[in-house]
């Protein structure tokens, strides 16, 4: 290297080190497969099967800039067909378009954190914390004053710009706020220290008052997360730091640990029982991984932010969480942590025991199996039409749902009053996998769960309806991924 040249990098290097950043100067490609996106920083990732098939994830984002929590100002979608090859569906909404100016207010420091994004009746709902440090007093700690408080935008697709519905849902408060659609079809908003309601049928506002859910732990900080398996529902959320993890001896189980805990319960606003913790960080012993230079230890930052998100794609259960390895190899080659506010989403399975409950999932670098999904994109049961009341369930003898399929819909007519339409497997009353709720004519879908295997599906009505409902083309879709625009 030239004199100027070292000059130059010194003086880079302590610029950066002064103001406790730094710069990415490593250009070399990350070496592993974990985290899934390299080419920026992302976190908090909440994923989701969508319409198309594939998974799609909205991200906050990290600034490559380095400069902490206060310098995320927008969000990022990307979507897969098969969990490894990711598309950057680049920036949704940024700060300005929730603030509808081109400054932040004087005085006030805005942030975007934390976003869940939902599909429900042919949109795209965005669900964001609105976080405003008010200045006035400065930034210490104690002193600052803190306003947030949940926020919607929608967009036609999950890969364009979204508009601000509602920047203030009613009721809410807090950071972090989290979709859960059920197989009954109502929907829930989680959000800030483990509040939820139901969320109405409009999206952009609360259907109940909000409840401060019982999780049966005091160690519950941030990142509430839903979802549901074999009827039980799985909160989980990152739990409080303990102590400060001793470098020279992270093995030390009272570390300071970025744990992602969670509890069980038959209700889905709880109470939850406390189970444990299902993820811990990829701190020592690394088998297949990078460590730190002369340590068992992994060569990025031990205890950091995470964040929890889980989705289940044909077959598999993954958990999505962040780690700041891409900062260390971009900043220092593995070689020292990198800025830890610079995290970016990680990917692995999560497997369960017999009896429900969650193998802790270790963090690796190598992630997940590529998946292969071979059958149709949609199954059209029936392409007449048919008439549905509350004598008579419809019967669809032995259909293959394969690997899983993700929505149902079909086209209705002659409808005179709404009307709930169940989905059920091998008997009238058998497993309910999602429930259509038909408004009037026209198109109309619905989310389904444990929708795989052969099977004979049931549609069926609630027993006090006294219409009928006429319909055609009723369908499982999202079967395979389609492709999409890069
Ligand atoms: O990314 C900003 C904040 O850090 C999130 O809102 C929290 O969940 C934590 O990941």
């Not at 032995?398 to 005179?416: C, E, N, R």
């Amino acid at each position: 290297m030239n004199k100027k040249i070292l000059i130059l990098a010194v003086g880079i290097v302590l610029t950066f080190s002064v103001y406790g950043q730094k710069a990415n100067i490593n250009t070399k490609p990350y070496p592993y497969s974990n985290p899934i996106i390299k080419h920026m920083y992302t976190a908090d990732a909440a994923p989701h099967v969508m319409p198309d098939g594939r998974v799609w994830m909205v991200t906050s984002v990290d600034s490559d800039n380095g400069g902490g929590y206060s310098t995320m100002h927008c969000y990022h979608t990307f979507s897969s067909a098969d969990m490894v090859n990711w598309i950057d569906h680049g920036e949704v909404l940024n700060v300005w378009d929730v603030l509808g100016a081109k400054e932040e207010p004087e005085g006030e420091d805005w942030a975007l954190w934390a976003p869940d994004m939902a599909y429900y009746e042919g949109k795209y709902y965005l669900y964001f914390p609105v976080r405003i440090v008010h200045t006035e007093n400065g930034y210490e700690e104690g002193k600052r004053k803190v306003t947030s408080y949940i926020a919607v935008a929608v967009s036609n697709s999950p890969d364009q710009k979204f508009k601000v519905i509602n920047p203030k849902i009613e009721g809410t408060r807090g950071i972090d706020p989290a979709v859960f659609i059920d197989d009954d079809g109502e929907k829930y908003l989680y959000f800030g220290s483990h509040w939820g309601a139901k969320l109405a049928d409009n999206m952009k506002e609360l259907a109940s008052d909000p409840v401060k859910m019982d999780v049966d732990d005091k160690n519950f900080m941030e990142a509430i997360w839903m979802n549901k398996r074999d009827g039980k529902y799985y909160v989980s959320y990152h739990a409080h730091y303990g102590k400060p993890v001793d470098p020279d001896n992270p093995d030390d189980p009272k570390r300071m640990k970025s744990l992602l805990d969670y509890g069980i319960s038959a209700n889905p606003l709880g109470p939850f029982k406390h189970v444990g913790t299902m993820n811990y960080e990829l701190g020592v012993n690394v088998n297949d991984g990078p460590k730190y230079p002369g340590r068992n230890y992994v060569p990025w930052r031990l205890t950091q932010s995470n964040h929890g998100g889980i989705v289940e794609y044909h077959g598999k259960e993954y958990l999505f969480y962040h780690t700041s390895a891409l900062s260390s190899w971009r900043q220092d080659e593995f070689k020292a942590e990198g800025n830890w506010t610079q995290r970016s989403v990680c990917v692995d399975e999560i497997k369960y025991n017999p009896d429900g409950t969650i193998v802790p999932v270790q963090q690796t670098v190598s992630g997940v199996e590529k998946v292969t999904i071979d059958q149709p994109f949609e199954i059209v049961l029936y392409e007449g039409k048919k008439e549905l009341n509350e004598n008579k369930p419809i019967k669809y003898e032995k259909i293959d749902l394969g690997t899983g399929y993700y929505y149902f819909g079909l086209k209705a007519s002659q409808v005179t009053k709404p009307v709930k339409v169940e989905i059920r497997l091998d008997a009238p009353n058998g497993q309910l996998i999602g429930t259509l709720i038909i408004k009037g004519n026209g198109d109309c879908e619905t989310m389904l769960r444990n929708a795989n295997g052969v099977h004979d599906v049931y549609l069926t009505v609630n027993d006090n309806f006294k219409e009928k409902v006429v319909f055609n083309a009723p369908r499982f879709f999202a079967g395979s991924p389609k492709k999409v625009k890069q």
